[in-house]
């Protein structure tokens, strides 16, 4: 089996990033800018889809943020990511991302974000990437959460789900 199709954990190709927030970051409500967050957001599952797939890869898709909390200039910003889940050619990666107050230490999850990667060739088409390992549970319902999504955009690009009720 060659390297490209060997099985990787989503351990194996989890990114870490932190930036403390400064002044210059903050909205006119005293909050970070989104943008900023998201930037950050990107470059980390870049990180994360191009270690798992062993190529470059490129954003197709930020499906969904939350921004459950603000974050504040002063506050350091950890971003974490990890593959949900893999296609062909696509791997949508999932995003946590954590404000620290640096003086008293509290942590809060204020984001969580999933982003769609399609690793691509040296003539720029999209490249196979390599399966998960789903051999542990939490890495296999992730998994099967992420294929349930990616059926829900795919129905939703065709345009056939249906209204509720």
Known sequence: MSSAARPKKPSE????????MMPHQ?????????GELLAMVDRVAAVC?????????????IDRVDFREPI????L?????RVNFVGRTSMEI???????????GNKRHTN???????????DRRPAPVPPLDLSDAADERR?????FRRKLRLALDRGVVAEDG
């Open 49 to 61: 889809a191009m270690r798992h797939s062993g190529r470059p890869c490129l954003t197709i898709a």
């Open 143 to 147: 998994y099967n959460e992420g294929k």
């Open 13 to 20: 190709s989890a990114a870490v990033i932190s930036e403390l």
């Open 77 to 81: 910003v950890t971003c974490m990511a």
């Open 112 to 122: 969580t974000c999933l982003l769609t990667f399609v690793a691509v060739a040296d």
């Open 26 to 34: 903050v909205n006119n409500a005293g909050n970070i800018f989104g």
């Open 94 to 104: 999932g995003v946590h991302v954590e404000a620290e107050n640096l003086l008293s």
């Open 72 to 75: 504040y200039a002063g506050e």
